[in-house]
């Protein structure tokens, strides 16, 4: 019979496996001091009663940016001592609207605002008088592309400003994806990107760096073979650079080992892993998309199954390769099904170009043997995975 105790007491090969999760902020943070030099010296600026410049912060998942900002934080509430200055954290897939992002901001300073029924007028309100005390609020918004109504949010906490004689409002948004800012109203364009920062990739010796860095505390000593570790660097250096995809890598690889009551990880194991933690980075990414994004990613997955329709004409097998008006032609009917009104070509062609970047379809110029020019589009992932995710998400079904 099993129980706690038994369970408790089975040799492991981890020691803390927290230390792996994509939350844990260390107390070094490797190949990211100028990043936490510059974003600290922007918000040094409100430790001394002045407003920050806004910052935007891009870079794809995995390269440090939220760990980064974290830091950033806990530091920024240590130094603050007796100055009026508070920044806070919002994770923008949970709190994804101008009146949830509001309410949550504020009820740290007006606890009635639990309670629903306050309209959008109080909530600015309260914004003014929370920050005309002589407040300077540093608001993070983690994945800033969610916001639904993002231009909206934009002009009121900018607009704000206006109301002030003391304190101020400042915005840190943090995003995957340089194309976002497109889709903004110029307006809020202008009034928001004040400074700008980008977070490249990490390199294989960077990976390699961190992963030891955490191994140290994650797992018993000699649980992971160096060649492990290298192997795990090396496949995500040439993947993507993502340091959370390194160490699901590792953490994947020493379940099989635990599984397999094994002592040591080796770089056998890493490869097994490697398509488990695929699969699960390609439903992470999905289920975090935008609503059109996976809609775009339903047309390419929905016609991937039933076959192009170009290809059907010509009499010829099933390729996978799409063309892109089909695509768009299809991406029309999903948005009618789920009741959206589809974007513009040019809104579509960049919504291509961000699942291009996430690696969920590779799109290429059309060459000979097809009519005039257009894009020819694959999908990545498996497409009955991809309806299965996208089915559930867009329709409930």
């Known amino acids: 019979m099993t129980s706690f105790d038994k369970i408790l007491s089975e040799k492991t090969i981890f020691r803390d496996a927290s230390v792996l999760s994509p939350h844990y902020v260390p107390k070094d943070l490797y190949f990211r001091e100028q990043q936490l030099h510059d974003i600290m010296t922007i918000l040094s600026s409100a430790l001394k009663g002045q407003k920050p410049r806004n910052l935007i912060i891009y870079g794809k998942t995995g390269t440090g940016k939220t760990c980064t900002t974290k830091k950033v934080m806990d530091d920024f509430i240590q130094a603050k001592k007796e100055i009026r200055a508070s920044i806070h954290y919002i994770n923008c897939r949970i709190y994804n609207s101008r009146y949830r992002i509001l309410q949550r901001i504020l009820k740290d300073y007006v606890p009635e605002l639990e309670k629903a029924g306050f309209g959008l007028p109080f909530l600015y309100e309260k914004l003014v008088d929370v920050a005309s005390t002589g407040e300077q609020l540093v608001i993070i918004l983690d994945e800033i ?10 002009y009121t906490l900018t607009r704000s400003n206006d109301e002030m004689k003391r304190g101020g409002v400042s915005i840190i948004g943090i995003s995957n994806r340089l194309s976002f800012k497109d889709s903004l ?11 700008e920062m980008i977070f490249q990739p990490y390199t294989a010796e960077q990976l390699r760096k961190i992963l030891e860095q955490r191994i140290h505390d994650a797992f018993v000593p000699g649980a992971i073979d160096s060649s492990a570790i290298n192997l795990a660097a090396a496949i995500t250096s040439q993947e993507n650079g993502d340091a959370r995809y390194a160490l699901k890598l590792l953490n994947k690889a020493a379940e099989i080992v635990q599984q397999e009551k094994r002592e040591k990880v080796s770089d056998t194991d890493v490869e097994a892993a490697r398509k488990k933690v695929e699969l699960d980075i390609t439903l992470e990414t999905i289920n975090t998309l935008p609503e059109m994004h996976q809609l ?12 192009s329709k170009y ?5 010829t097998e099933n390729t996978g390769i799409l063309l892109s008006g089909e ?6 009917r999903a ?17 291509l170009n961000d699942l291009e970047v996430l690696g969920l379809i590779t799109t290429t110029p059309s060459g000979k043997g097809v009519r005039g020019q257009t894009t020819l589009i694959r999908l990545g992932p498996n497409p009955e995975q991809v309806m299965t995710i996208l089915k559930k998400n867009l329709f409930g079904n």
């Open 145 to 154: 592309d969610m916001i639904k109504d993002l231009d909206d949010l934009v």
């Open 185 to 195: 109203d110029p307006r809020s364009r202008s009034s928001l990107y004040e400074t």
């Open 335 to 351: 948005c009618k099904l789920s009741r959206k009104r589809p974007r513009s070509s040019r809104w579509y062609k960049e919504y």
């Open 327 to 332: 695509v768009y032609e299809e991406y029309e």
């Open 296 to 307: 775009v990613l339903y047309a390419v997955a929905n016609l991937t199954n039933s076959g």
């Open 311 to 315: 290809y059907r004409l010509e009499g």
